[in-house]
């Protein structure tokens, strides 16, 4: 079975500063799909990246990117230029590659990281 | 339009009680996932349906029924509501890679 695992419970960054979240998962297969949520207060899952496991580039999307180690299942989260808004619960997910052309693989979770953005 | 549609938003009910939760999906895509939120915010699935059929079910009491009518709907029926079925509820779809979230139920038993 496929696991994630976030081991950081809780990170905090400066306004404008860097911050990076861990995420590393286990896996046999060889092609999946990893994603970044982000889950602030009101509750709402909010995709924040995704990343193909066939792609070496790793994904970035305007002020997020991942750098991805496939060899060694990390996937970690850089968050550049950090805003307030930022803050929130960010979930690592893995997801099971498709079957049959469906799209019934199921996301994994990893705990979670709450993120602090201190202006 | 909201893509993903689930209500109700809150629900506290009493032990014992029998309640569900709807959700309804306007994307058009063909797999609908039930997840649960526990108090530690780890996030767990508990049933997927694939074009109205039942391809998931992870270890969930009897007492979680999914039912989907069409592909655009999944609802989540609980009977017997117990102390510990107090979570988050999120409805899910997915076409390919991509997936949409509701806004989840936050239940209460009491």
């Known amino acids: 079975a496929q696991t994630v695992t976030q081991s950081q419970p809780e990170m905090s960054v400066q306004e404008a500063e860097t911050v990076t979240l861990s995420c590393t998962y286990d896996t046999s297969e060889s092609d999946y799909y990893l994603f970044w949520y982000k889950q602030p207060p009101s509750r709402q899952m909010i995709l924040v990246i995704r990343q193909e496991a066939y792609k070496q580039q790793n994904a970035t999307e305007n002020r997020f990117s991942v750098n991805f180690q496939k060899a060694a299942k990390s996937f970690s989260l850089k968050i550049s230029d950090s805003q307030l808004g930022d803050a929130a619960m960010y979930f690592c997910?893995?997801?099971?590659?498709?079957?049959?052309?469906?799209?019934?693989?199921?996301?994994?979770f990893g705990q979670g990281t709450i993120l602090t953005v201190h202006p | 339009d909201t893509a993903v549609s689930q209500t109700p938003k809150y629900l506290v009910t009493q032990m014992g009680n029998d309640k569900s939760i709807k959700c309804e999906q306007n994307?058009?895509?063909?797999?609908m996932y039930w997840y649960k939120q526990d108090s530690k915010k780890f996030l767990k699935i508990m049933f997927s349906y694939n074009n109205k059929e039942l391809i998931i079910n992870e270890t969930v009491p009897n007492r979680f029924s999914p039912k989907s009518p069409d592909k655009a709907h999944l609802n989540l029926h609980i009977n017997s509501l117990e102390l510990g079925d107090s979570a988050v509820y999120f409805c899910?779809?997915?076409?390919?890679?991509?997936?949409?979230f509701g806004s989840g139920t936050r239940l209460t038993v009491v």
């Open positions: 994307l058009g895509h063909d797999t």
């Open positions: 899910a779809s997915s076409h390919r890679f991509r997936s949409a």
């Open positions: 997910a893995y997801r099971t590659p498709n079957a049959g052309g469906t799209s019934y693989g199921k996301l994994t």
